[in-house]
């Protein structure tokens, strides 16, 4: 009589997927299934030696592709120290030489599967929970990857000492922001679930940055708001077009409880445009952070690398905390735009305080769109810190001067680039002082 197989043939003659309780694979004892998902399986397994209880993800079996994939996600996540991803401890091989990840065994559920128990959760909930997956993305994004698939199915809600902590998992199509790729290592195939992909990710998959994950979570804030997408169609191609069409449902319009603060934040997230959006998973996790502490209106209202804005009643205030860019202007039009449309009617006063203005590109791309900034307010001036700065910078002031702003100097008592203004536009000193508002 033909003896019955031991584990390991029956392992070697089985797809991991029919891997059952008992199975022996390397230094583990599998104990039972958890899950499946569109590129691998998950198993609830033991370490022999120690017992302590482990997860092992199984990619299918695909090929190089898959066997690239798992050693690219193993080696992304040990690299990777926070709370907020999910740890792996190892990569182990099976008897057949096909990878496998041992991770750490966690105990809770997905945002998706939780959103399937409840429908959808209060916004407080909700912007807690994507605050904590902000930290996560913060850091993978500080190790300079994308995550690239971004969604409540890999949030998992882990039950922890103190309460439940939101962790990132699925690394697998992780990868160097920006990095250059050809086409035949995967530049034109769409990476990531279609429905939370950014627009710039659509269009060119492999080329995208960091503000692709922040676009993701923010569908995915929206989906645990509403229990619903923002973007819709009865096809994959409809959905596709809707994204990038900008065809989409506000999270109010569903759920009127949504604070018109955490609506704001979720417009910013969702813009077309990468760096129209917050500037990176921190500041979105700070604005989220404002909208719980009920701080948006009356206190900053935006943030950007380079400035601040403070919106009191119809005073809208921009501080500076580094050198402008083109890109900032960008982003302080669309804020002035949606602060206009927040208080009904004209902003009273944009104040303008960079440390010195900058490169002349950013200012002449401010003098073309003056126009707009005038659409939204009924006056605006600048106070300028003009210690340390040349003629330029004057010569600069007065072409905004010109435009109509108005303009504040803080000057050095000793300086002389006044005289020197005087001299090249042949505009007496005192004179200056007063066009100006020179305060010494």
């Not at 429905?195 to 503000?211: D, M």
């Not at 202007?329 to 006063?349: F, N, T, Y």
């Amino acid at each position: 009589m033909r003896s019955l197989p031991d584990a390991t043939e029956q392992l070697e003659a089985c797809e991991p997927q029919a891997w059952v309780a008992g199975t022996v694979v390397g230094a583990y004892r599998v104990l039972g299934k958890l899950g499946s998902g569109g590129m691998s399986h998950v198993y609830d397994a033991e370490r022999l030696r120690t017992g302590q209880r482990v997860a092992l993800k199984v990619p299918h079996r695909s090929g190089l592709r898959s066997t690239a994939r798992t050693l690219r996600e193993a080696r992304v996540a040990m690299g990777i120290s926070s709370e907020h991803v999910a740890r792996v401890l190892e990569v182990e091989l099976d008897p057949s030489g096909d990878p496998f990840i041992v991770m750490a065994r966690l105990e809770g559920q997905t945002l998706a599967e939780r959103l399937q128990e409840v429908g959808s959760l209060h916004w407080r909930e909700a912007t807690e929970l994507i605050m904590q997956a902000c930290a996560g993305v913060a850091a993978i994004h500080e190790c300079g990857l994308i995550h690239r698939d971004l969604k409540p199915s890999n949030l998992f809600l882990e039950r922890a000492e103190g309460g439940a902590r939101v962790k990132v998992i699925d690394l697998g199509i992780a990868l160097p922001a920006l990095q250059h790729r050809t086409a035949s290592a995967s530049g034109t195939e769409l990476v990531g679930t279609v429905a939370y992909a950014a627009p710039e990710q659509l269009r060119a998959a492999a080329e995208v940055g960091p503000s692709a994950d922040i676009w993701s979570l923010g569908v995915s804030l929206h989906q645990l708001l509403t229990g619903a997408l923002p973007f819709e169609g009865s096809s994959i191609a409809e959905v596709m077009l809707s994204i990038l069409e900008g065809r989409r449902c506000r999270a109010r319009e569903v759920v009127a409880a949504v604070p018109e603060e955490l609506q704001s934040v979720l417009d910013e997230c969702l813009r077309p445009t990468p760096t129209l959006r917050p500037a990176s998973a921190e500041d979105l996790a700070r604005n989220l952070g404002r909208v719980l502490e009920g701080q948006v209106v009356g206190d900053e209202f935006r943030t950007g690398r380079n400035f601040r804005i403070r919106l009191r009643g119809r005073l809208f205030v921009l501080v500076w905390v580094g050198m402008p860019t083109v890109e900032d202007i960008e982003l302080i039009l669309q804020a002035a735009a949606d602060a206009h449309a927040r208080v009904g009617a004209q902003l009273v006063e944009l104040v303008l305080a960079p440390p010195g203005l900058g490169e002349p590109a950013v200012w002449d791309h401010m003098s073309r769109r003056m126009p707009l900034l005038k659409q939204h307010f009924e006056r605006f001036y600048a106070v300028v810190d003009a210690k340390g700065i040349g003629l330029n910078l004057l010569q600069r002031a007065m072409e905004l001067v010109a435009a109509g702003v108005q303009v504040r100097f803080r000057i050095g008592a000793r300086s002389t680039i006044l005289p020197l203004v005087s001299a090249s536009e042949g505009i007496p000193v005192s004179e200056l002082e007063q066009l100006l508002q020179v305060s010494k």
